[in-house]
């Protein structure tokens, strides 16, 4: 369960696997684009749970479980969030 929560805080980042072929930073696929909204973090602590669930300590029940994903994935764009780089972190993509 941790080391899927550890994998789920970095995953955002597969986006800069882009810039090798040739997807620009602002685009949707860009960095800091859609793999960084609440939906992408959403939809990952989706399969992190579906995951996990054979695996999970009895305690514990799958709401707290999945929560535990989503937030893992999401913090990772609230701590881009709080950078000064870049253009911003597309947060509700792909509906704003």
Do not use: K, Q
């Not at 805080?9 to 793999?35: A, C, K, N």
């Not at 939809?43 to 305690?59: K, Y």
């Amino acid at each position: 369960m941790w080391a899927i929560g550890v994998v789920c805080s970095i995953l955002p980042d597969v986006d800069v696997v882009g810039f090798r072929f040739g997807i620009r930073y602002g685009d949707f696929w860009g960095h800091r684009g859609f793999t960084h909204s609440l939906l992408f973090a959403g939809v990952i602590a989706t399969l992190a749970l579906v995951a996990e669930l054979p695996r999970a300590s009895p305690g514990l029940s799958r709401g707290w479980l999945w929560l535990y994903f989503f937030l893992a994935t999401a913090s990772h764009g609230i701590l881009h969030a709080m950078t000064n780089g870049g253009l911003g972190v597309a947060f509700f993509s792909p509906f704003d």
